[in-house]
């Protein structure tokens, strides 16, 4: 093994000499060398983007949006205080809240905003949702019932401000269910306002429950929803099925995998592509080394016939042009990982640079975030690197066959 070491040691540092016949060969194994590098780096980084964007959602998105929702199609859900506690008690489940949602308008001066109404106990909300952490202003857990919370775009499309007093336009179906009456005009004082980025900004409108319960005409005891918030979030479609049976009322049983799972399988399924694609970028430059290698077996062809006269075996020969197209696939990889890991741990800095620097973010009202995450997992390297070099073992295994197969006879009889 160190003959094999030091012949691909002198072998390499021949091939360096710059001369007609070893440029192109050379030129060949740097040019694979650059390939694995960039792959290696381009793929730390898209994972470490597709990790960060994971994380964002469960700690970002999922904090906020209903995790698990009881909604009454018809009639409304009674004696909501008993039946919050009852699902509090239930495994898996954090917490529990009520809730009244409807469509409406806000309205300020002769702006129109369509909204999603939501009236919200502040003491039971700050259970089930982290919108405090989003919140400028007066928070949800301390909403009064003359108050109302918008979405900063929302705001911004009403032109109102803090302490502006808006309209909510709620409609009002008639006794039979069949049509829609007049709607019922509330003006509340704009109190706060939601930033997080994304949808919720731009339809989020929060009331006090005793408010929405007065203009609906429930009693305090009634509400439209039960919504929890769950230990497991990938677990809460079946939490929500098992802890839904307790429930006596007919409802309609909902979790986030309804209303953002298609963003959490896009996520997944770019993962997925990014693997294929990238691992297929590195899988050429690997095979590069194929090239280089075939091309340094025939120029070398005297060499090795010396060697093998010499008493040289068959396996010697083998581990020195494997050690040759690995120490070039070395090389690639701690290039590529020491590039990768830099620009994944600055990213989020670079991007957030470049938009200031063009004044425009792609991610503006896109997607729940207007910033791009990262997050560096180690396991992602290992699984990296440990494909990068079977790739390169598997490229150097023909060029280094062949390399046995020189006859010396032949080749010295020339």
Request: proline fraction near 3%; charge should be neutral; aromatic fraction near 8%.
């Amino acid at each position: 093994m160190l003959l094999s070491l030091f012949l691909s040691e002198r072998f390499r540092a021949y091939s360096g000499h710059k001369d007609e016949k070893n440029a192109f060969v050379s030129f060949i194994a740097k040019a694979s060398t650059v390939g694995i590098l960039l792959g290696v780096a381009v793929l730390i980084v898209a994972l470490s983007v597709i990790n960060g964007f994971e994380q964002q959602l469960v700690h970002r998105l999922l904090s906020v949006v209903p995790q698990v929702e009881y909604v009454a199609p018809s009639r409304p859900i009674a004696d909501w205080p008993n039946k919050v506690e009852k699902l509090k008690a239930e495994p898996h489940v954090t917490g529990a809240a009520p809730f009244i949602a409807v469509n409406g308008m806000a309205q300020f001066k002769s702006q129109l905003k369509a909204v999603e109404i939501r009236g919200v106990e502040p003491s039971y909300e700050g259970n089930v949702s982290a919108i405090n952490q989003f919140t400028q202003g007066t928070l949800v857990s301390q909403l009064r019932t003359d108050d109302v919370i918008l979405g900063k775009q929302i705001v911004k499309q009403l032109g109102a401000n803090i302490g502006d007093n808006i309209t909510l336009l709620i409609p009002k179906i008639s006794e039979q269910g069949k049509s829609l009456l007049a709607p019922k005009r509330v003006t509340l004082t704009l109190a706060g306002i939601i930033e997080m980025g994304g949808p919720i900004d731009s339809s989020a409108a929060f009331i006090h429950l005793n408010k929405a319960q007065s203009v609906l005409g429930y009693d305090t005891s009634q509400v439209t929803g039960l919504r929890l918030s769950v230990d497991d979030v990938f677990a809460a479609h079946q939490i929500a099925l098992r802890v839904g049976q307790t429930i006596s009322d007919y409802v309609y049983v909902s979790s986030w995998f309804r209303t953002q799972g298609s963003l959490y399988q896009d996520i997944q399924m770019v993962r997925t592509i990014v693997y294929i694609v990238v691992f297929l970028i590195i899988a050429v430059a690997s095979f590069n080394i194929v090239s280089s290698l075939v091309m340094e077996v025939r120029e070398k062809q005297g060499n090795i016939a010396i060697l093998k006269t010499m008493g040289a075996k068959d396996s010697t020969i083998l581990a020195t042009f494997v050690m040759q197209g690995l120490t070039q696939a070395f090389v690639g990889v701690l290039l590529g990982t020491l590039v990768g890991v830099i620009l994944a741990l600055n990213i989020s800095e670079l991007f957030t640079w470049a938009s200031q620097l063009f004044a425009a973010n792609p991610l503006e009202g896109v997607y729940f975030i207007e910033f791009l995450p990262s997050k560096l997992v180690l396991s992602d390297i290992g699984i990296t690197v440990i494909v990068t070099f079977i790739l390169a073992v598997l490229a150097t295994i023909y060029p280094a066959w062949q390399a046995t197969r020189v006859d010396p006879a032949k080749v010295l009889g020339n």
